[in-house]
């Protein structure tokens, strides 16, 4: 992190630490944070990754883990492309079932093609805002669909860009974008309340 980058971030945590009650730790639910987060598919796509920061959480007795990623991965987005290092926040939490493997991401123009040719998806009729922005696919479909609660679906689809995967009883989120507050507030606010 740059000076810059530095200061705003430790003012954006001690704003947050202000509402939200954080202490430093070693491991998530006592595992290795690198091999824990390795196991994720959503970390996959980066050529590098390095931990940052990493706190434990504690609201209303709910325990979660919120951290600070280094990320480097290759913008192909130009003609030449190259390499980006950025920073981002995210957010496990241990759920009270097993609910296999999942993942919702935003959902792509790529996606919807596909979509014509191969029904892969999980869409929801009760929540055509959330089926329309979110790519959501699983192993187990009535698994995913047990998950997929009115409540669980109404928060995440307020939000803007919002990655999760679900690894058995462990829940990821995070945003792909650069650390800023109101998505550290939000990955909080989720831990809190998915």
Known sequence: MNTVQSVLYFDILEELQKNYNFSETDGIYGENPRQLLNSFVMFSGYRDLDLYDLFKVVISGQVFYFGTLEVEYTWKESRYPSAMREFQNFMIK???FDYGKLLIR???IQD??????VKSEIDFADHPGFSSRYYFVAEDKSLARSFATDRRLSLMEMQRELFVEINSNLLLAKFSRNVNYDDCLTLLELGELL
């Open 94 to 96: 241990k759920l009270d």
């Open 106 to 108: 935003p959902e792509t």
């Open 112 to 117: 919807k093609v596909q979509e014509i040719f």
